[in-house]
Each structure stands twice: as structure tokens, then as C-alpha cells.
């Protein structure tokens, strides 16, 4: 009998210590349900916090290279309106700077999408662009292609094939001067032919024409000038770009 009363008693305390064992268990378990779910919860804030921040950025963003691409156009479409090498039809002219109304806005959107992509595309082909990365380089670049435009419309040459060879050699120049990545020499190139193609369709249906068109139905220097432009809006975007918060990943 007493091994009976020890196994028993035995039996006993292993019920305890067994039951104890697991109501320790679902304590832990449910305090680390809680920390996860509050973990979880910090999270989810921390992320879409950030992604409200971002978002306000990427608006500034646009909005300054928005009026950056509109000043720039009134600018440069006036000294093209001054030399009579672009010449709109008397309708569609108002009163601001001698210029169409179209021609401000359309030129500060691709502005802002030039800007924003340039930055964009770095980070997706992994190629941070590092060169020259301050303000005081950024506005030398805008300067030097006012100067291109400038010159297409105040140099003179024997004819036209002169002045775009000119304006390419010094289109390069600003790109190797300012940029020197693959990304903006590849974006610049598209943005050249894509915006050459467009001022062809719009010259095409008469909303503006070109005097002494020597390449269909525009001056040849044309893609020379998209390009620098890209270049340049494109360098403006990625010094925009620099306080940019880092995009959230959900790991």
C-alpha cells in the first residue's frame, strides 16, 4: 500500500506540474499573439505614414518642375517668336509673352513627367546617378541650354545642316558636361524622337508652323533641342529627387 500511496501521490504532482506547464505555455502564447499584433500594427502605420509622405513629395515634385517646364517655355518660345522661326496662326495667339495658351501648360506637364522618370529609372536599373549631384551644377546645365536655345535662334549659318550640327556637338557637350550616365544619354535620345514626332503631327495639321523647314515639316536642330531639354529637366528632377524619403518594401 504505501507504493500504491506514492504512485498515486506521484501521479498526482505530474498532473500539476503537466497542467501548469501548459497554462505557462498559452500565457506566453497569447502574450506573443498580442506583441505581434501590435508589432503588426506599428507596422502597417509606419508604412502607410510613409507612404503619405512620399506621395506629398512626389506632388511637390511635380509641381515645382510643372512651373519649372512653363517658365522655361514662355522663355525660350519667345525668343523663337522674336527670330519668325516659329509662327503660330493669329487666333491661337494671346497675350502672354506672344505665346499660344497650349504651349506653357503642355510643356510644364512633360516637364513634370521627364523629371519625375529621370529618377525613376536610376533606381530601377540600380544606377544612382552621383555626378555633379549639387544645385549650383544644375542651374549651369539649365543656363547652358538656354544658351543652345539662344543660339538656334540668333546664329546664323549658311543652312540649316550647319546649325544642327552645331547644336548636336553642343547638345552632347552639355549631356557630358551635366549627366555622363546611360540612363539620361538613353531617356534623352527617346525624349528627342518622341517630341520630334509629336511637333511633326502638330505642324502637320496646322497648329504652328516652322519658317524654312528643311526636315519634313520642321528645322532639323529640333531633336538637339529635345534633347538638351530632357537632359536638363531630367537633372532638375533627380536634384529634386535627393530628399525623396526611401520607397517602403513589406517584408
Known amino acids: 500500500m504505501p507504493r500504491?500511496?506514492?504512485?498515486?501521490?506521484?501521479?498526482?504532482?505530474?498532473a500539476t506540474v503537466k497542467s501548469n506547464n501548459i497554462s505557462s505555455a498559452t500565457w506566453l502564447a497569447s502574450k506573443a499573439g498580442e506583441m505581434m499584433t501590435?508589432?503588426?500594427?506599428?507596422v502597417r502605420n509606419a508604412y502607410s505614414s510613409l507612404l503619405s509622405i512620399q506621395a506629398t513629395?512626389?506632388?511637390?515634385?511635380?509641381?515645382?518642375?510643372?512651373?519649372?517646364?512653363?517658365?522655361?517655355?514662355?522663355?525660350?518660345?519667345?525668343?523663337?517668336?522674336?527670330?519668325?522661326?516659329?509662327?503660330?496662326?493669329?487666333?491661337?495667339?494671346a497675350t502672354l509673352l506672344s505665346s499660344?495658351?497650349?504651349?506653357?501648360?503642355?510643356?510644364?506637364?512633360a516637364a513634370a513627367v521627364v523629371g519625375l522618370?529621370?529618377?525613376?529609372?536610376?533606381?530601377?536599373?540600380?544606377?544612382?546617378?552621383?555626378?555633379k549631384r549639387e544645385w549650383a551644377s544644375v542651374m549651369r546645365c539649365i543656363a547652358v541650354f538656354v544658351g543652345i536655345n539662344h543660339a538656334s535662334a540668333k546664329l546664323d549659318f549658311a543652312n540649316n545642316v550647319q546649325l544642327s550640327l552645331t547644336l548636336a556637338a553642343l547638345s552632347l557637350g552639355l549631356w557630358w558636361t551635366f549627366d555622363r550616365s546611360r540612363s539620361g544619354f538613353g531617356l534623352g535620345i527617346t525624349i528627342a524622337v518622341l517630341a520630334t514626332l509629336i511637333t511633326q503631327f502638330l505642324v502637320y495639321n496646322g497648329v504652328y508652323q516652322y519658317t524654312s523647314p528643311d526636315f519634313l515639316y520642321i528645322r532639323s536642330w529640333l531633336p538637339c533641342i529635345f534633347f538638351s531639354g530632357g537632359v536638363t529637366v531630367g537633372n532638375i528632377g533627380r536634384q529634386l529627387a535627393m530628399g525623396a524619403p526611401d520607397k517602403p518594401h513589406m517584408d
Open 4 to 14: 500504491l500511496e506514492g504512485h498515486c501521490w506521484s501521479c498526482s504532482c505530474s
Open 38 to 42: 501590435i508589432i503588426t500594427s506599428i
Open 57 to 93: 513629395h512626389l506632388i511637390r515634385r511635380g509641381l515645382v518642375l510643372f512651373t519649372v517646364g512653363v517658365f522655361l517655355a514662355l522663355v525660350l518660345n519667345l525668343l523663337q517668336i522674336q527670330r519668325n522661326v516659329t509662327l503660330f496662326p493669329e487666333e491661337v495667339i
Open 100 to 109: 499660344a495658351w497650349w504651349v506653357p501648360p503642355c510643356c510644364g506637364t
Open 117 to 131: 522618370l529621370y529618377p525613376c529609372i536610376d533606381s530601377h536599373l540600380g544606377e544612382p546617378h552621383k555626378f
